[in-house]
C-alpha cells in the first residue's frame, strides 16, 4: 500500500466484509478513515499508527461493531470523538496533552495511554474519568527523566493488571505511579517495562517509609529490562514492604532501547557490558535479601 491513500474512493472487492484494518506509517486523513468506516461495516479492530495527515478522529456516527481501537500520532492528532458502545480496549499513544472524548464505552475492559511525560498522560487519562470503573488493565507508556507529582485519579475498582513502559536513564523515580497503586484495591499483577538509554544514572535508593498503604491483592511483579539501577530496584522494594500477598517476582535482564527510527529493540548485557550485568546481579541480589519466605523469585 502506498503512504498515503487520501485520493482512495473505491474500495477493493471484499472490504465491506473486513473487520480488522492496520494502517501503520500510511498518510490518512480523517475524511479518508470516515470513507473506511462507513464502508466497512463489520470492522472490529482499528489500528492507526503514525499517519502525518490525521489531526483529528471523530467519526460521524457510532462505531456500533468496534471492539479494539489503537492510535498512535507523533503530536499531529489534537481530538479524539468516538461512541462505541462495545468497544473493548482503547489505546492512544501520543505525545503532549490532546482532547479525548469516549461516549458510551460501558464495555471498556483495557485502556492504554502514552505520552513525554507521566503528567500528561495522567491528564489524558482523567479526562475520561468516568469510563475507568470497569477497566481490568491499564497501560501507561512514558518517559521518566525527573521527579514527578502525579493528579489524583479516580478510583480504579476493578483494575487487576496495571503495566508501566517506561523510558528513563535512572534518574527520576518510579515511585510517582505508587498513586495508581493507591487507587486499585484489588490489582494483582505490576509489570514493569524499562526502556534504558546508553546511560544508567546511579543515585540513592529511596527507603520507603513505614505506614503507607498496603496492597493486599497484589501478587505478582514482573519486571522486564531489570538494571539494579536504583531506579528499578526502588519500586520493587515498595512493593515487597507494601505487597503482603506477594508471590512471585519476576525479572528479566532483556533491555529494551529505542533505535533510530524510533521503534524497540531488544538486547541484553553480555561480553563488552560486564559492568551492567554485575549491576543488575548485585540488585537481584539485595531483592532477595529484602523477600519474605514463600516468595519465589524468578530469573529470566
Known amino acids: ?41 463489520l470492522l472490529e479492530e482499528l489500528r492507526v499508527r503514525y499517519s502525518n495527515y490525521l489531526k483529528k478522529f471523530t467519526p460521524s456516527s457510532p462505531l456500533v461493531r468496534l471492539k479494539r481501537l489503537e492510535i498512535a500520532s507523533r503530536g499531529t492528532c489534537k481530538s479524539v470523538e468516538i461512541c462505541t458502545p462495545n468497544l473493548l480496549s482503547f489505546a492512544f499513544y501520543g505525545i503532549l496533552r490532546v482532547s479525548i472524548n469516549l461516549k458510551n464505552v460501558s464495555s471498556l475492559i483495557s485502556l492504554s495511554v502514552g505520552a513525554a511525560r507521566p503528567t500528561i498522560v495522567m491528564d489524558n487519562i482523567n479526562q475520561i474519568s468516568g469510563c475507568l470503573s470497569r477497566l481490568e488493565t491499564l497501560k501507561i507508556r512514558t518517559s521518566i527523566y525527573n521527579e514527578y507529582v502525579l493528579p489524583r485519579i479516580p478510583d480504579l475498582h476493578r483494575l487487576k493488571k496495571l503495566v508501566l513502559d517506561v523510558s528513563t536513564k535512572g534518574n527520576g523515580s518510579l515511585l510517582c505511579f505508587t498513586s495508581l497503586l493507591n487507587a486499585a484495591p484489588l490489582l494483582r499483577e505490576l509489570a514493569l517495562k524499562l526502556n534504558w538509554s546508553e546511560t544508567l544514572i546511579k543515585r540513592r535508593i529511596y527507603v520507603p517509609a513505614k505506614g503507607h498503604i498496603r496492597h493486599h491483592c497484589l501478587e505478582v511483579l514482573q519486571i522486564q529490562g531489570f538494571a539494579g539501577a536504583d531506579i528499578d530496584a526502588e519500586l520493587a522494594l515498595y512493593v515487597i514492604e507494601t505487597a503482603p500477598s506477594l508471590k512471585r517476582i519476576i525479572i528479566d535482564f532483556r533491555r529494551q532501547k529505542p533505535d533510530v527510527m524510533g521503534k524497540l529493540e531488544i538486547g541484553i548485557a553480555r561480553a563488552g557490558n560486564h559492568t551492567q550485568m554485575a549491576m543488575a546481579r548485585e540488585g537481584v541480589l539485595m531483592l532477595k535479601s529484602k523477600l519474605s519466605a514463600g516468595v519465589e523469585l524468578i530469573i529470566n
Do not use: Q, Y
Request: with cysteine; glycine share 2%.
Open 1 to 41: 500500500m502506498c503512504d498515503t491513500i487520501e485520493r482512495l474512493r473505491i474500495l477493493p472487492s471484499g472490504c465491506e466484509s473486513l473487520v480488522a484494518l492496520s494502517l501503520i506509517d500510511v498518510d490518512v486523513t480523517e475524511e479518508t478513515l470516515e470513507f473506511f468506516i462507513s464502508n466497512c461495516p
